[in-house]
């Protein structure tokens, strides 16, 4: 199996933007003001997050992509429009007032995070209206739409989202965050982790549990189809016929920073495709297994994911 050429896909990307700025240096001593490690700066490095990493991540694949999402009119907002458009992203974001722009900074050393430093004010407030018209204004240039929710404000009217696409036939695929699903109900498909579905359907004592807590929440919602990333345990894909689980193909695990992102975009670019959703979501199990390798936000190349994919030697196990 090898990636299909990808050059016609267009994806549409609305979600919580942000920059990811990542300081490095050594570690060689505890600060005599307190109990803390000195890390003596010696590089950094900034990159597009969030919603715009999905982007980054599509085009990496040779798809073409836009995102759509929220940003101050600052700096960080500034060097995030250019961290898309160096990559082949177009960005057509819209400048809230007086908000400033998501931004994370990551403090490394010797390939460890050591503390993560947040800046953000969030876009709880913000009025809608004119963010809903940018997406219903692009959504007909494209052929999938993704939401990528990290739980900041922009997508706090997804099911208005989905119901634009819906209405032209364009399947929405949907990384969700917090314990109300119901904005994401007659999506294409979701892809939660194991934590975020404990928040919605409680906790399992086993895999049966699991499964029908899955199922009944892909019914509640109205799915076509629900995956379940779960770490070392693989993904789980659950459609209206069987339940698929999927083994992870991570070999070392380097840093799980933005795989959610690479699983989505793979996962949409090879659905927008015309690939089987079984063969989609393999696809995307091998992206997942190779950007956790890889320190920090990254992307997945089509060279290394068909090295993946031809060194996989395990295929689905569907569950009776």
Not at 72 to 94: F, I, R
Not at 288 to 316: H, P, Q, Y
Request: glycine content about 8%; aromatic content about 4%.
């Amino acid at each position: 199996m090898q990636c299909p050429n990808f050059s016609q896909v267009r994806v549409l990307v609305v979600g919580d933007v942000m920059l990811d700025e990542y300081w490095h240096g050594l570690t060689s001593r505890i600060s005599p003001e307190a109990p803390v490690p000195v890390v003596r700066v010696d590089g950094n490095e900034v990159r597009a997050g969030g919603a715009a990493n999905v982007a980054l991540n599509i085009v990496a694949l040779g798809a073409k992509a836009c995102v759509i999402g929220l940003v101050g009119n600052d700096a960080a907002g500034k060097q995030l429009q250019l961290e898309m458009e160096k990559s082949g992203v177009e960005a057509d974001c819209l400048i809230v007032p007086g908000a400033s722009t998501i931004k994370k900074l990551r403090v490394m050393s010797r390939h460890q995070q050591m503390i993560r430093l947040d800046f953000e004010d969030g876009f709880i407030g913000f009025d809608t209206t004119d963010f809903q018209r940018l997406v219903e204004n692009k959504l007909p240039e494209y052929d999938l739409l993704i939401l990528s929710d990290y739980d900041k404000g922009c997508l706090k009217r997804a099911d208005l989202l989905i119901e634009m696409a819906r209405k032209l036939g364009i399947p929405v695929l949907a990384d969700p965050k917090g314990r109300d699903f119901t904005k994401y109900a007659d999506a294409s498909l979701i892809t939660p982790n194991e934590a975020e579905l404990r928040l919605v359907t409680g906790d399992w004592s086993d895999e049966a549990s699991f499964s029908l807590k899955s199922s009944d929440l892909k019914s509640m919602l109205k799915l076509d189809a629900l995956l379940v990333t779960r770490s070392e345990c693989g993904m789980s894909l659950f459609t209206d016929d069987s339940q698929i689980d999927i083994p992870t193909l991570a070999k070392d695990v380097a840093d799980v920073t933005g795989a959610g992102d690479t699983v989505i975009a793979s996962l949409g670019v090879a659905i927008a495709s015309g690939m089987a959703l079984p063969d989609a979501v393999r696809l995307s199990n091998a992206a997942a297994g190779v950007v956790v390798g890889k320190l920090g936000t990254d992307t997945v190349s089509v060279s290394e994911l068909n090295e993946a994919m031809r060194n996989m030697s395990t295929c689905f196990a569907p569950v009776l």
